[in-house]
C-alpha cells in the first residue's frame, strides 16, 4: 500500500550530518604515510563523486500503469454504505490500479523532510527504479482516478522541488568540507611529526637588488576507487619553494622578457643559451647566487635551476617553438628532470617568426594530452598556463608546471 513519502525517516538535514561525519571518520582513519603522499586533489575528487548526493529525477514521459487487479476492498468505514456492524470487514469486489513513474536518483531522499515541508505529503510506493501510486476503487471510475493521480503529481512534484532544491545546496558546500577536513588532518600530521621545513623555505633576497629590469605591471586582455601510493617508503617531507616565491621568481623572468620584447634588436641574433644567460644574470641579481645553469640534476641537464642548502627548489627549461612536438618534448625533457621531490617548475617558450597568436591556441591542447597531465590551475593571461602534472613514475607526486609564451622575433 501508499506510505507517506518525505517523513518517514527522519529529517533531511541530519541525513547530511551524518554524511559529513562518514566522510570526516574516513578521513581520520586514513595511515598518516597515505595521507601525506597521496594526491590531495584526487583524494578530494574521489570522496566528492562518492559522497555527493545524486538528486531525483523523475522522467514523467515514461509514466506507465501496470495490470488491473481484482481486489476485495473493506467499506465497512463507508458512512454512505448501510452496515449493521462496522466492528466487522465488509468487502465487495473493487479494482486496483497502480501508476509507476521512473526515476533516478538517490531513493533515501524520498523518505527525509526537507527544510521545506508541508502536513499533507504525497503518498506512495518507492522500489529501486520507480515510484508506484496505488489505487483501490470499488467501482471502475477514470475521472476520479484521474483526478486523484494528478493531484499526487503535483505533490510529488512540489515536495521533491523543495528536496533537490536542499541537496544543490548540499553537494556544492560539500567539496570546501572535504578540502578542509583532509586539510586540517594533514596539517596535525606534520605538526605532529614536526615537519615544518615541509610548508616552504625562506629564500634569502638581496637587499640591493636592482630594479633596472622591473616592468610597471600591465592590465591584460574551472563506490569510488580512492587514489593509491607507493607502500615501499615511508614519507619523509622535503622542503618546497612557497608560492610567493614561485610567483616572484615568475614575475622575474616575465619582466626580462618584456625587456627583450622592447628591445627586439639586442637579442635576435641570440640562441636557447645566449638567451638563457640573460634570465641567469638577473635571477642571481635577486637572489644570492642560488641559479645555475647546465646544472646536472636527476637525469639529464637543466635550464635553470635554483638550489637551497643542497635542495632543487626551482627548475626551468628554455625552449625556442619549432612546432607541437618541440612542446610535447621540452615537458618530457622537463619532467626526465626534475627528481622526485621537484615541485615547481616552468618552461619559457620562445616564439621566433612565427604566427604567435596560432602558437597560443595550440599550446593547451598540446600540454593537457600529455600522458603526465593532470588537471589545469588558470590561464594568468594571454601567454601564461599553470598546470598540474604529476612525476611519471608516481601518480601521487604532482608538481607545478607553468608555461610562459613569449613572442622574441627574428629581425
Not at 493521480?149 to 533537490?164: A, E, M, R, V
Not at 576507487?225 to 619523509?236: A, C, D, S, V
Not at 593532470?374 to 608546471?401: A, C, G, W
Request: glycine letters at 4%.
Amino acid at each position: 500500500m501508499n506510505d507517506f513519502l518525505f517523513c518517514a525517516k527522519g529529517r533531511l538535514d541530519y541525513y547530511f550530518e551524518q554524511i559529513k561525519k562518514n566522510i570526516k571518520h574516513e578521513i581520520d582513519g586514513y595511515s598518516a604515510d597515505y595521507l601525506l603522499k597521496v594526491s590531495e586533489q584526487d583524494l578530494i575528487e574521489s570522496l566528492l563523486i562518492e559522497c555527493s548526493i545524486s538528486p531525483i529525477n523523475l522522467y514523467f514521459d515514461d509514466i506507465y500503469q501496470l495490470e488491473p487487479k481484482d481486489i476485495d476492498i473493506d467499506v465497512s468505514k463507508d458512512q454512505n454504505r448501510v452496515i449493521f456492524d462496522r466492528n466487522q470487514p465488509f468487502y465487495i469486489k473493487g479494482t486496483e490500479t497502480t501508476i509507476c513513474i521512473p526515476y533516478e536518483g538517490d531513493s533515501n531522499l524520498f523518505h527525509l523532510q526537507a527544510s521545506t515541508f508541508s502536513y499533507n505529503p504525497p503518498r506512495g510506493r518507492i522500489t529501486r527504479t520507480e515510484v508506484q501510486f496505488i489505487y483501490q476503487l470499488p467501482k471502475q471510475n477514470a475521472e476520479a482516478l484521474r483526478n486523484m493521480f494528478n493531484s499526487d503529481l503535483g505533490s510529488i512534484k512540489k515536495h521533491l522541488g523543495w528536496t533537490n532544491r536542499d541537496v544543490e545546496a548540499f553537494n556544492k558546500e560539500l567539496q570546501a568540507f572535504i578540502r578542509d577536513a583532509v586539510s586540517t588532518r594533514k596539517q596535525k600530521l606534520l605538526a605532529d611529526r614536526n615537519m615544518s621545513a615541509a610548508l616552504g623555505i625562506p629564500i634569502k633576497k638581496r637587499e640591493d637588488a636592482s630594479k633596472t629590469f622591473s616592468i610597471p605591471e600591465i592590465r591584460r586582455r574551472s563506490p569510488v576507487q580512492r587514489p593509491t601510493i607507493k607502500t615501499e617508503e615511508p614519507f619523509r617531507p622535503e622542503p618546497s619553494l612557497p608560492e610567493s616565491e614561485y610567483g616572484n621568481i615568475l614575475r622575474i623572468i616575465k619582466n626580462m622578457v618584456m625587456v627583450i620584447e622592447r628591445s627586439p634588436s639586442a637579442f635576435s641574433g641570440m640562441g636557447e643559451e645566449d638567451l638563457r644567460q640573460h634570465f641567469l644574470v638577473q635571477l642571481n641579481g635577486q637572489y644570492e647566487g642560488t641559479a645555475t645553469g647546465e646544472t646536472f640534476n636527476y637525469s639529464g641537464k637543466t635550464d635553470i635551476l635554483i638550489r637551497v642548502n643542497g635542495k632543487n627548489i626551482f627548475i626551468a627549461e628554455c625552449k625556442i617553438w619549432k612546432g607541437p612536438k618541440s612542446l610535447s618534448d621540452a615537458i618530457d625533457q622537463l619532467l626526465a628532470y626534475a627528481s622526485w621531490r621537484d615541485t615547481k617548475t616552468a618552461i619559457l617558450l620562445f616564439n621566433r617568426n612565427k604566427n604567435f597568436s596560432d602558437v597560443l591556441e595550440k599550446i593547451p591542447g598540446i600540454v593537457e594530452s600529455h600522458s603526465s597531465y593532470k588537471r589545469t590551475i588558470s590561464k594568468d593571461d594571454e601567454t601564461t598556463f599553470r598546470y598540474v602534472f604529476h612525476q611519471p613514475s608516481d601518480p601521487n607526486r604532482e608538481l607545478y608546471l607553468t608555461l610562459l609564451a613569449f613572442d622574441v622575433p627574428k629581425l
